[in-house]
């Protein structure tokens, strides 16, 4: 991986991509953001060596290198997922390619389901844990401690100062942002109601198919991580309805702009 790492780097430099502060990974629906940067360059991911191609047709693929509230920024506008038929090393690599491009600060947005049933979809919820039912680790391969501590330590996932930071920023701003623990799950099915209510008695206040296993990456190599779902649906078990894709793409667009305020605001604080 060293060896794929290296070369994947080498191209970007040549391409003209330096280093950044923070690194963002755009989910579901999310890339208004984008919007907000000024654009110094962009790559399809299959230019880049070495990185995988984003399969679902609403994650743009593309690796976006600028300025954002005057810090430089490396953004992927689409992200990997484990249900596209990668692994979960495939689906982190990216983290560790803007570890080496500099990075110290690892900002994360997801469309998630609201388990909890006093989470209504539209509003916003910071993760400040997360329940890992993607069934492997993107740690468990060998070699992996060449790249950091084998055995990561998870106490704090989400940093305690981004959250808090968070927090001020959505009081001041007027904007609904919940709290609470994110259960990550392969997919691409969604659940049954049985599903739904299990996630419920584990603690999971949102349940969505992303986001864990880059989480656990940015810890391994020690960045500080904040995390934020645009909660696009309501799983209720005894009141649960067939799922619409579309309406979901509409509802995390429509709770974009709060999560851009709350993004945008905070890496000013960095």
């Known amino acids: 991986m060293i060896r794929y790492i290296n070369q994947t780097i ?3 430099r040549e391409k003209g991509i330096g280093e950044a502060d923070v690194g963002i990974i755009l989910g579901t629906g999310l890339g208004q953001i984008v919007d907000q940067i000024t654009i110094e360059k962009q790559i399809s991911y299959n230019h880049i060596p070495n990185f995988p191609t984003a399969t679902v047709e609403f994650h743009k693929g593309k690796l976006i290198y600028g300025s954002l509230a005057g810090k430089k920024v490396i953004v992927m506008q689409g992200r990997f997922h484990v249900y596209e038929g990668y692994s979960l090393r495939d689906v982190t690599y990216p983290v560790r390619i803007m570890e080496k491009l500099g990075i110290h600060t690892l900002l994360i947005s997801n469309a998630s389901g609201a388990i909890n049933l006093n989470f209504k979809k539209g509003d916003l919820m910071l993760l400040e844990d ?13 070699g992996v401690e060449r790249l950091g501590e084998r055995f990561t330590d998870m106490s704090a996932p989400y940093d305690p100062g981004i959250i808090q930071t ?5 009081k001041t701003n007027d904007i609904v942002l919940h709290k609470g623990v994110y259960a990550s799950v392969v997919g691409p099915q969604l659940e049954t109601r049985a599903e739904y209510r299990m996630l419920k008695a584990l603690g999971a206040d949102s349940v969505g198919m992303s986001t864990v296993p880059e989480v656990i990456v940015a810890n391994h190599l020690n960045l500080r991580v904040g995390a934020v779902s645009v909660l696009t649906d309501e799983c209720d078990p005894d009141n649960l309805e067939p799922i619409n894709i579309e309406e979901i793409i509409a509802m995390a667009a429509k709770a974009e702009p709060n ?3 709350l993004f945008t605001e905070l890496i000013k604080t960095l």
């Open 259 to 261: 999560m851009i305020t």
């Open 166 to 170: 968070f927090e001020d920023l959505a």
């Open 10 to 12: 080498e191209y970007l």
């Open 130 to 142: 997360h329940i890992n039912l993607q069934g492997s680790s993107p740690l468990a391969f060998k």
